[in-house]
């Protein structure tokens, strides 16, 4: 069974700080997804990565396959950004192929303007 | 753009009580997932379905819980006796090919409430 940390749990930063949240797995896997919920509860996926690096906008997406972590960065804050970031795994190492999820507990951000 | 639709958005129920939790997946879409997300906690896998059957299902997902998909287009989420602990929000998600590289697409949730 795949354990998937994230931290920090919570963040409040300043409008325009850069902003890291981390997310640790415990098992290998094929790939990760970066998903931001919002305050109604509406899911949306920002990322899926396998290896290496992915950039949208103001949002970056870094994963260590070797290390089992990611980063979600993001630059010039806005409070727009505020919202659960939440990392997600799938394709288990011992199971290649396995389509399903297994969520972190997510990271709630709150930018203040 | 082609979107996961949820109905309803809430639904209240009285304990012991069955309740049918409906998604329509995108069109060229071929698996299908149910996740849940109590209050407060992380979102959890329940069951995925590909080819008419349930392709995995984790251990929350007991005899209590059915889906499926009655005409090619909805797919449904059925708990037969609702308990207090059913109280979640539950998101229907589909992928095109059920490979994990692909992106899941999540319908907007179902909050639902047993009394």
């Known amino acids: 069974k795949n354990e998937v940390e994230q931290s920090p749990q919570n963040l409040t930063a300043q409008e325009g700080e850069f902003i890291t949240i981390n997310c640790s797995y415990s098992v290998g896997i094929s790939a990760l997804h970066w998903l931001q919920q919002h305050p109604g509860g509406g899911i949306v996926s920002l990322f899926m990565l396998s290896s290496g690096k992915k950039k949208h906008g103001r949002l970056i997406a870094t994963i260590n396959i070797q290390e089992k972590h990611s980063s979600l960065h993001i630059t010039a804050s806005h409070p727009r950004d505020s919202a659960v970031y939440i990392c997600a795994v799938g394709g288990i190492e011992s199971n290649f192929g396995n389509e399903k999820l297994t969520f972190g507990t997510g990271t709630r951000l709150t930018i203040i303007p | 753009e082609p979107e996961v639709t949820q109905t309803p958005s809430h639904q209240v129920t009285q304990m012991g009580q069955e309740v049918i939790l409906r998604c329509v997946p995108i069109?060229?879409?071929?698996?299908f997932y149910w996740y849940r997300q109590i209050l407060g906690q992380k979102v959890e896998f329940l069951v995925s379905?590909?080819?008419?059957?349930?392709?995995?299902k984790s251990e929350i997902f007991d005899d209590q819980f059915s889906v499926e998909r009655p005409d090619g287009s909805n797919f449904t989420l059925k708990i037969r006796s609702t308990k207090l602990e059913d109280s979640a929000m539950y998101f229907c998600a589909s992928n095109p090919s059920g490979l994990v590289y692909n992106e899941q697409f999540f319908g907007p949730g179902t909050r639902l409430t047993v009394l």
């Open positions: 069109s060229n879409h071929l698996y």
């Open positions: 379905f590909y080819n008419n059957e349930i392709s995995e």
